[in-house]
């Protein structure tokens, strides 16, 4: 993607995240613009980090966008695509962690049996 369309892109996903329904305007392309929207995205990267940082799970993040838990994870996903700076990768108990904290625990443990085949 080139950085007119990851514009659209961020700008959607910040429309999802803040529950807004702002108005947009289409500029003319301009490779001359570039510039411009890295210092705009860091404002609307900050402030999509600071909603998910702040609903701290998955449930209460889709609760809060009013979209179903998939729709949301989606919508998650292309964020992490941008960045995956702060606490918005989700754990093994859908809480929102950063990544440098995740780690591979061992199998997932369906039941107590489960625990007794696994050691």
């Given at each position: 993607?080139?950085?007119?369309?990851?514009?659209?892109?961020?700008?959607?996903?910040?429309?999802?995240?803040?529950?807004?329904s702002?108005?947009?305007?289409?500029?003319?392309?301009?490779?001359?613009?570039?510039?411009?929207?890295?210092?705009?995205?860091?404002y609307?990267?900050?402030?999509?980090?600071?909603?998910?940082?702040?609903?701290?799970?998955?449930?209460?993040?889709?609760?809060?966008?009013?979209?179903?838990?998939?729709?949301?994870?989606?919508?998650?996903?292309?964020?992490?695509?941008f960045?995956?700076?702060?606490?918005?990768?989700?754990?093994?108990?859908?809480?929102?962690?950063?990544?440098?904290?995740?780690?591979?625990?061992?199998?997932?443990?369906?039941?107590?049996?489960?625990?007794?085949?696994?050691?």
């Open positions: 993607m080139d950085f007119q369309n990851n514009q659209r892109v961020i700008f959607n996903l910040y429309k999802i995240f803040k529950n807004s702002l108005n947009s305007c289409e500029i003319k392309r301009n490779d001359k613009n570039e510039g411009i929207w890295k210092y705009s995205n860091k609307i990267y900050k402030e999509i980090k600071e909603i998910i940082e702040s609903k701290n799970t998955i449930s209460n993040l889709f609760i809060y966008i009013g979209e179903s838990e998939e729709e949301t994870l989606k919508y998650l996903k292309c964020f992490i695509n960045t995956n700076e702060g606490k918005i990768i989700p754990n093994q108990n859908n809480e929102f962690c950063k990544i440098s904290y995740l780690y591979n625990d061992g199998s997932f443990e369906k039941d107590e049996t489960d625990k007794i085949d696994y050691y």
